[in-house]
């Protein structure tokens, strides 16, 4: 019997546990009250020096309210836009707060590690929502065999401006004034005589509209065949880091086709599994644990204050789901499934 096929029967118990648990889920998110749109999360900073705005928890909050799991190719191929805006303003030393005559508050930093060729500033309103975050990129890509990052070149610099549905095109003004502000050393470049040719420019500004609701991650990411019913383990609100299938990586596209070395199940007695997909979440460890716990009818879980271990048999196989909380970087969960089931104790 093929695995694919004993994943559909694996799949029909999975699917029947998740329709059962939806109810309860539904009755926790509870719709907001029409005609008001939830409340969008505030950035108030106190006076003086600045945080490093990336590991600033408001700020965070504000960016994941802004952003969601929508991805694209910025500063990153298909990345989360939450992950490329966040390393965009991760300078240690110079966040820089920009009190605009009408009230508003340009917040702003930059990749160090690219000496400020990739860069970001969030343009708040009078109360500290974000209207606008301007992102300086390159549009980068993975392109050639191997596979390797290719960006645009610095005098052919992008401002993207995301933006908030209904957002007038000149309210993004300070967005690119601050954006022709070239960093310390690339103003060095572009001051030089031989080198300011190739020094970094704005040579185009778009404009792209935020949208929070879009998934995390799509089909694409997942094995070939993945089957349909066991869709419910991977969480809508999250993003796939890695997928394997039969021992071999199917994402990301610079892993395709590699052989995926699992010590974890050779160290432990197990089987190799058939099925990986590991995955980012930042909802809170505990929602995501009782997200889990209510969609997974029957399985045994274990968990102390950073880590919990779900695991069972479904149909003819079994799964693992194990869950880890790394703070900043988000909740990490590893989902595994075998086509037969594992031996008591593996």
């Not at 559909?8 to 008001?36: D, E, F, I």
């Not at 108030?44 to 504000?62: M, N, T, Y």
Request: aromatic share 6%; proline share 7%.
């Amino acid at each position: 019997m093929n695995t694919l096929s004993t994943y559909r029967r694996l799949g029909g118990l999975l699917l029947w546990a998740a329709c059962a648990a939806m109810p309860a889920v539904a009755m926790a998110k509870a719709a907001p009250l029409p005609g008001r749109a939830p409340a969008a999360q505030l950035i108030v900073l106190p006076a003086g020096p600045l945080p490093r705005l990336s590991d600033e928890p408001q700020v965070r909050a504000a960016l994941f309210d802004f952003f969601g799991y929508a991805r694209g190719s910025y500063t990153d191929d298909d990345g989360l836009l939450l992950e490329q805006a966040i390393e965009a303003i991760s300078e240690r030393r110079d966040a820089t707060r920009t009190q605009l005559p009408d009230g508003r508050v340009l917040l702003a930093s930059m990749n160090d590690r690219k000496q400020g060729r990739e860069r970001g500033a969030l343009l708040l309103d009078k109360r500290g929502a974000i209207i606008a975050f301007g992102l300086v990129n390159g549009h980068c890509r993975l392109q050639g065999q191997p596979l390797a990052k290719v960006c645009k070149p610095d005098p052919q610099a992008v401002l993207t401006v995301f933006h908030r549905k209904g957002m007038l095109v000149g309210e993004a003004a300070p967005l690119l004034a601050w954006a022709r502000q070239l960093p310390p050393m690339l103003a060095l470049i572009a001051a030089d005589d031989e080198a300011g040719g190739d020094g970094q420019k704005i040579a185009s500004v778009e404009y792209v509209l935020a949208q929070p609701a879009l998934p995390g991650w799509n089909r694409a990411q997942l094995p070939s065949g993945f089957p349909s019913a066991l869709l419910p383990l991977l969480l809508d609100k999250s993003t796939v880091l890695t997928s394997a299938g039969a021992g071999v990586f199917s994402f990301p596209l610079s892993l395709r086709g590699k052989k995926q070395n699992n010590v974890l199940d050779e160290a432990e007695g197990r089987p190799p599994r058939d099925l990986e997909v590991a995955l980012r979440s930042y909802d809170s460890f505990d929602s995501v644990v009782e997200l889990y716990r209510k969609t997974i009818k029957g399985a045994r879980l274990q968990r102390n204050e950073r880590t919990a271990y779900l695991h069972g048999d479904l149909g003819q196989g079994s799964y693992r789901v194990y869950i880890r909380n790394t703070g900043l970087d988000g909740v990490m969960i590893d989902v595994a499934l075998w086509q037969k089931k594992l031996a008591a104790g593996q």
